[in-house]
C-alpha cells in the first residue's frame, strides 16, 4: 500500500479547481493561488483574533496560528492534513470524526482546537500504519467492516477507546450490575458504540471485529 | 460560526470576572451543545470562555455525608465513580443512558444542566420560535409535536428539557452552587433551577449573565431503590419520549421525576404523597400529569407515563423483595 502523500492530494485538489486533468504547471500554480487568496479573504473578513497554538497530534508537536472557531476536526484535517477523521454530519451525531484525547475518545467536530492545547491527540493516523495495522484495523478488515469505508477510521478510534473504557471499569446503559466492574460482551459492544453510526449497516461485522480483538465469542445471543 | 474572540480563564473568579466585562459572553466547557448551536448561528457569543481549567473538576464528599460534584466534572466520570455508582445509581443510571459515550466523556456537569432543548423547530432556523427569537410564534403547536411537552408547557413554547442527568438530580434533591464576578454565591435548589416557558421560553434559567456553576451538591445518602428507566425511538442514543427517575422505598414512600414531559424535570408532592398511601401507577401518574395539555400528536405521552411508571415500580419491588 502507498503512504499517504499529503502534497499528492495538494495537487489532485488544485487541479480539481483548475478544471483540468492535464493542466499545465502554470495552471496549478495559478489555481493554488486562488484557493490560497479565497481562504484568506474568507478569514480576514471575519477579522477574529487568531491564536498560536501548540497542538500534540500522534506523538509530534504541531504550532499554528488558528481562527478559534476551527473545530480540532477541522484544523486535524485543513491544516495538519491527517484526513482520516472524516466531517460526517459536523453535529457529534455520526461518529465519523471521532479521535482519542488523552486516551477518551470524543467528537473532534465539537470541540474547538485552541480548547484542545497541552492534550496528547490520537487519530486514527496515530494508531497504526499500513505496514503495521492496528489490531482492530486489521480485524476490521479480516471480518469486512466496512462498504464504504467513510465511517471506518471513527470506528476504529471509537472501538479502541471503547474497549479500554470497559477495561478501566466504566459502565453503559447495558450494565446490569452497578456495583461490579462491567464485563466485555457483544451486549456491552454494541451499547457503546451507538454513537457511530454505518450508513453502509456493516454493523454485525464490526461488532465481529471487535470482539474478535476482545476475546469475545461473536456468537454469543444478545 | 460567527466570529468571537476566546481566552481560557484559570479560577472561577477569573470567569465570573470575564463574563461581567465583555458583554454577551459565554463559558465554554464541552461545547457538545454549544458548539453545534454556534454552527447554525443560533447561539452567537461574541466572546467564549473556556471553563476547562478552574480546578472544578473533582468529586468531593461533604461533612453530612453527601457528594459535591465540581461544575466540569465529565458525564463519564460522574457515572463511574464508585460512590455514585454505590448511593446514587439513579444518576449513573439516567448518565449513561443519555448521549453517546463520545460525548459523554466530553460533556460536562453545568453543561448538562444548561443544554438547549432539541425541539426541531428551535434548531431548524426557517421556523418560527419564541425560544430562538422571542415573538416570532411557535412551529410546534400546530406543527409535528411528537416529542413535545405535555405538562408545564404555555401557548408560547411546548418544548421539553432534553437531560437524563437532570431528571435524576431533581430524584436527588440536589443544589446548584454558583459564583458571580462580585464574589456573590448562592446555591440553587434543583426545583428551582430551570424554569417553565411561560410567557418568555427563551430564559431557561435565572443565572445571571456573570454566574458561573460551580458545582452539584447531593444529600447524603437516601437509600431506597434506585431506578431510570427511559422510552425513546431507538434502544440507544436517544433522547427520552418518556422517562422515569425512581427512589423507592421498602415502606411505599418514593420520589419520582418525569423526563421528556416538560420544560424541565417534572416532579410533583402530591404524586409522590398518592404512592406513599399505597396508590398504583394509574392515580401517581394521573396525579403527576395534572393539568397536563397534550396536542394531538403526544397524547400518546399521557399512557406512556403511567406504563413507564408502572414498570419501574413493578422492578423495584422485584429488586427490593
Given at each position: 500500500m502507498e503512504r499517504f502523500d499529503p502534497e499528492r492530494r495538494r495537487v489532485l485538489k488544485a487541479t480539481a479547481v483548475a478544471g483540468s486533468a492535464v493542466a499545465s504547471a502554470h495552471l496549478l500554480l495559478q489555481a493554488e493561488a486562488a484557493t490560497a487568496s479565497a481562504n484568506a479573504t474568507r478569514l480576514d473578513t471575519a477579522a477574529t483574533p487568531h491564536h498560536d497554538v501548540r497542538l500534540r497530534v500522534n506523538g509530534t508537536e504541531h504550532e499554528l496560528r488558528i481562527d478559534?472557531?476551527?473545530?480540532l476536526l477541522d484544523t486535524l484535517r485543513e491544516r495538519l492534513h491527517l484526513t482520516g477523521a472524516k466531517k460526517g454530519c459536523d453535529q457529534g451525531q455520526c461518529g465519523a470524526c471521532t479521535v482519542i484525547v488523552d486516551g477518551r475518545r470524543i467528537a473532534s467536530c465539537l470541540t474547538l482546537a485552541v480548547m484542545q492545547q497541552g492534550h496528547e491527540i490520537t487519530t486514527i493516523e496515530g494508531l497504526g500504519t499500513p505496514r503495521n495495522l492496528h489490531a482492530l484495523q486489521a480485524a476490521f478488515v479480516k471480518h469486512d467492516g466496512f462498504q464504504c469505508g467513510f465511517c471506518t477510521p471513527g470506528q476504529i478510534c471509537s472501538a479502541t477507546a471503547m474497549l479500554q473504557e470497559i477495561a478501566s471499569g466504566i459502565p453503559s446503559h447495558v450494565t446490569a450490575d452497578l456495583t461490579r466492574p462491567p464485563r466485555s460482551s457483544i451486549l456491552e459492544f454494541r451499547e457503546r458504540m451507538s454513537g457511530n453510526l454505518c450508513r453502509c449497516g456493516a454493523y454485525s461485522n464490526i461488532q465481529q471485529a471487535i470482539a474478535e480483538v476482545a476475546g469475545v465469542d461473536a456468537d454469543e445471543i444478545v | 460560526m460567527k466570529s468571537f474572540s476566546y481566552e481560557r480563564a484559570d479560577s472561577p473568579a477569573a470567569a465570573a470576572a470575564a463574563a461581567a466585562r465583555v458583554p454577551g459572553a459565554k463559558f465554554i466547557g464541552g461545547g457538545t451543545n454549544l458548539l453545534d448551536l454556534m454552527k447554525l448561528q443560533i447561539e452567537t457569543p461574541a466572546h467564549l470562555i473556556d471553563v476547562n481549567d478552574l480546578g472544578l473538576d473533582e468529586i468531593e464528599s461533604t461533612d453530612d455525608g453527601g457528594l459535591r460534584i465540581g461544575a466540569g466534572v465529565r458525564n463519564t466520570d460522574l457515572a463511574a465513580d464508585p460512590r455514585v455508582r454505590n448511593d446514587y445509581a439513579v444518576l449513573t443510571r439516567a448518565l449513561v443512558s443519555g448521549a453517546s459515550g463520545q460525548l459523554r466523556n466530553q460533556a460536562t456537569t453545568a453543561g448538562n444542566l444548561l443544554q438547549r432543548t432539541r425541539c426541531p423547530y428551535f434548531y431548524d432556523t426557517n421556523q418560527r420560535c419564541n425560544k430562538r427569537?422571542?415573538?416570532?410564534?411557535?412551529?410546534?403547536?400546530?406543527?409535528?409535536?411528537?416529542?413535545?411537552?405535555?405538562?408545564?408547557?404555555s401557548d408560547a413554547c411546548i418544548a421539553t428539557h432534553p437531560s437524563d442527568m437532570a431528571v435524576a438530580l431533581r430524584c436527588l434533591d440536589a443544589k446548584v452552587s454558583t459564583v458571580r464576578s462580585d464574589g456573590t454565591r448562592r446555591e440553587i435548589p434543583i426545583e428551582a433551577f430551570h424554569r417553565l416557558p411561560g410567557d418568555t421560553p427563551e430564559r431557561e434559567h435565572d443565572l445571571a449573565a456573570d454566574e458561573l456553576i460551580t458545582a452539584v451538591t447531593l444529600p447524603p445518602p437516601v437509600g431506597g431503590t434506585q431506578l431510570y428507566r427511559k422510552v425513546r425511538d431507538r434502544a440507544s442514543y436517544a433522547f427520552a419520549l418518556v422517562s422515569v427517575a425512581a427512589i423507592v422505598h421498602r415502606d411505599g414512600r418514593a420520589q419520582v421525576a418525569l423526563g421528556g414531559v416538560a420544560h424541565k424535570p417534572w416532579r410533583v408532592e402530591t404524586a409522590e404523597r398518592e404512592l406513599a398511601r399505597g396508590g398504583d401507577a394509574r392515580t401517581t401518574a394521573a396525579a403527576l400529569l395534572a393539568g397536563a395539555r397534550p396536542t394531538r400528536d403526544n397524547a400518546y405521552k399521557v399512557t406512556l407515563v403511567e406504563r413507564t411508571l408502572a414498570a419501574v415500580l413493578a422492578q423495584a419491588r422485584e429488586s427490593g423483595s
Open positions: 478559534p472557531r476551527m473545530t | 427569537r422571542p415573538g416570532s410564534g411557535c412551529g410546534a403547536l400546530a406543527g409535528v409535536s411528537r416529542q413535545h411537552a405535555i405538562v408545564g408547557s
